[in-house]
């Protein structure tokens, strides 16, 4: 299968955070230079990898990817350095690793910190000679590869406590470059939001047209564990259970995010002084919040609001004049 190409222009971000990574990114790509790319699951490391290969003079070459924490380490060991016939019990035929695989081009190694002291030795001894060895095999074979690698891991904490090699750490890191987390660069939320939402338009065949402020504002309050990977995947099945046609609303968020966020909410609600949770949790106070929220989930249709908080449509059209509602409803309309 043929890899699709990522260029830098497809790296969607507005933060001066993630501006100034991909300066850097940019500045480095055409060299040889080693990349130690960081930051928690989800953040783009592999997309980023991909970017800097292809910005490069090998850019003709493959872009080899292999994941260290997906493989037991013995079958790590014959991914990379491919085996020869007869190497161990199965091993039927010659294979090529993926060193030799790479060669000309790119090799991103993701996860490295969950790789085995013995094939943390095997690879040093490539970055320092050129040279990779088939298991069962007597022949170095020269390798002219560039390495990129990826943890979500603290790398010198790991180095400090013994499970990853000093020298291979600072030979990886040549250029290191850490991603930050989406929750503490949520600049990058709405540019991110209309960038999916155009992709799935056209999958999906939709004209959505944007997203709500209240859903907007809903997002940017997540904490965004996983990242921009599980912002792609909301506003996927947002827009896909979208049958109106017209914008993202509250109601097209995914279940597990508002669950989520309440979670939050309660956590925080926990933590909050006294004298403030009395003033938060008046009856009135209570019963306004209730019914927002309600509303804006059903996009202010009051027969469906009404029927979730179990009253008639008179008393929920009293209670929005009570509490001036409807007039929320209208500068929403007005920002749509």
């Known amino acids: 299968m ?13 933060s001066a955070k993630m501006e100034q990574i991909i300066r850097t990114a940019q500045r480095i790509a055409n060299s040889d230079m080693l990349v130690l790319i960081t930051g928690e699951d989800g953040t783009g490391k592999e997309t980023l990898a991909q970017a800097i290969h292809y910005a490069s003079d090998r850019s003709a070459g493959r872009f080899v990817s292999v994941n260290c924490a997906a493989l037991p380490d013995a079958l790590l060991e014959t991914e990379l350095f491919g085996h020869e016939k007869g190497a161990f019990t199965g091993a039927v035929y010659s294979r090529k690793g993926k060193f030799e695989q790479a060669q000309g081009g790119s090799l991103f190694l993701d996860e490295i910190g969950e790789m085995s002291p013995t094939t943390q030795a095997k690879l040093l001894r490539v970055l320092e000679e050129d040279v990779a060895e088939r298991i069962g095999g007597g022949e170095p074979i020269p390798v002219d590869v560039r390495i990129i690698t990826a943890s979500n891991q603290n790398l010198l904490q790991e180095v400090k406590e013994g499970r990853f090699r000093q020298d291979l750490y600072y030979r990886l890191k040549e250029v290191h470059l850490d991603i930050t987390s989406l929750r503490e660069r949520k600049d990058d939320i709405p540019v991110l939001v209309d960038h999916f939402i155009r992709i799935y338009n056209k999958q999906y065949h939709k ?3 944007g997203i709500s402020d209240a859903a907007l504002q809903f997002l940017m309050r997540h904490d965004w564990p996983g990242n921009v990977r599980e912002l792609h995947h909301v506003i996927k099945c947002a827009v ?8 993202i609303w509250l109601e097209h968020i995914p279940l597990d995010i508002h669950l989520a966020e309440s979670a939050r909410k309660n956590e925080d609600s926990s933590e909050t002084k006294a004298d403030e949770l009395l003033e938060i949790l008046s009856l009135d ?12 989930f059903t996009r202010f249709n009051k027969s469906q609001a009404a029927n979730i908080l179990k009253i008639s449509r008179p008393t929920l059209d009293r209670k929005i004049e009570k509490y001036q509602l409807h007039n929320i409803k209208v500068q ?5």
């Open 2 to 14: 043929t890899r699709k190409r990522v260029s830098f222009n497809q790296i969607v971000y507005k």
């Open 207 to 209: 004209n959505i047209t």
């Open 240 to 247: 896909l259970m979208n049958d109106s046609q017209d914008m």
């Open 285 to 296: 106070e209570a019963e306004k919040r209730h019914i927002l929220r309600i509303l804006e």
């Open 332 to 336: 929403e309309k007005m920002n749509a």
